[in-house]
């Protein structure tokens, strides 16, 4: 256990749908980041929050909705999303977003869109 | 751009043989460098983390060499085992990246009795 924790694990939606990933942290960190890992491509950094603040938004389409209404809580709202977004998404936290800072990762939703 | 490469892309070794993993990278003024290990259909697990300034990481069976200035890093696994069956990841993070890691694609090792 890493004490970052994803639900639901797995998840499956139409591309008219909207539902929403969490991820809880445990770990009293004040960072946390949405990945993106799709089949044999390396990971994609999504969003990064410090202390609840979007300080990164790696140019992702507006059809993923990131929401941290506290640092211990991180939500990646998706909406009318597209076959080409299936992926494993990730969840991380680091302490701060300093150099040097470790981060540890969720186990992730594989999401799959039809 | 910071660009991570990792080669082997598969690596298959008999139980007992040491393993060797390659990662360079082509900016080399990195903060650090982190080895990860992921199983299938799971999340990652921090396994080394070097910082810009250390030449290697001990844990265990697992050594991280790293060499900035050639861009490169190495992962030694000493007497591989089954267990050891996993993808591993290693990534940057780079001087102007706020807390970005820069991933390579990783190298799936089997790791056969």
């Known amino acids: 256990e890493t004490g970052v924790t994803q639900t639901p694990r797995h998840l499956v939606m139409g591309m008219t749908n909207k539902k929403s990933l969490k991820c809880e942290q445990h770990l009293g960190h004040n960072a946390m980041y949405w990945y993106k890992q799709s089949a044999k491509k390396p990971l994609e950094l999504m969003f990064v929050y410090s202390l609840e603040e979007r300080v990164e938004n790696n140019s992702v389409p507006s059809r993923f909705s990131p929401e941290c209404p506290n640092s211990s809580h991180l939500f990646l709202h998706l909406h009318t999303l597209q076959p080409e977004d299936s992926a494993l998404y990730l969840c991380?936290?680091?302490?701060?977003?300093?150099?040097?800072?470790?981060?540890?990762f969720g186990s992730g939703t594989q999401l799959s869109v039809l | 751009k910071q660009e991570v490469t990792q080669i082997p892309a598969a690596l298959s070794v008999p139980e007992g043989e040491n393993l060797v993993l390659n990662c360079s990278f082509t900016d080399s003024a990195i903060y650090n460098l982190q080895w990860f290990r992921q199983d299938p259909g799971k999340g990652l697990t921090s396994l080394l983390l070097i910082q810009s300034s250390q030449r290697e990481q001990t844990s265990g069976r697992l050594n991280a060499s790293l060499d900035k200035s050639s861009g490169r890093s190495t992962l030694y696994i000493a007497a591989s085992q089954p267990g050891d069956s996993a993808t591993y990841l290693c990534a940057v993070m780079t001087t102007d990246s706020w807390g970005k890691l820069q991933f390579g694609a990783g190298t799936q090792v089997v790791v056969t009795p």
């Open positions: 991380a936290s680091s302490p701060g977003t300093g150099a040097g800072e470790k981060l540890f």
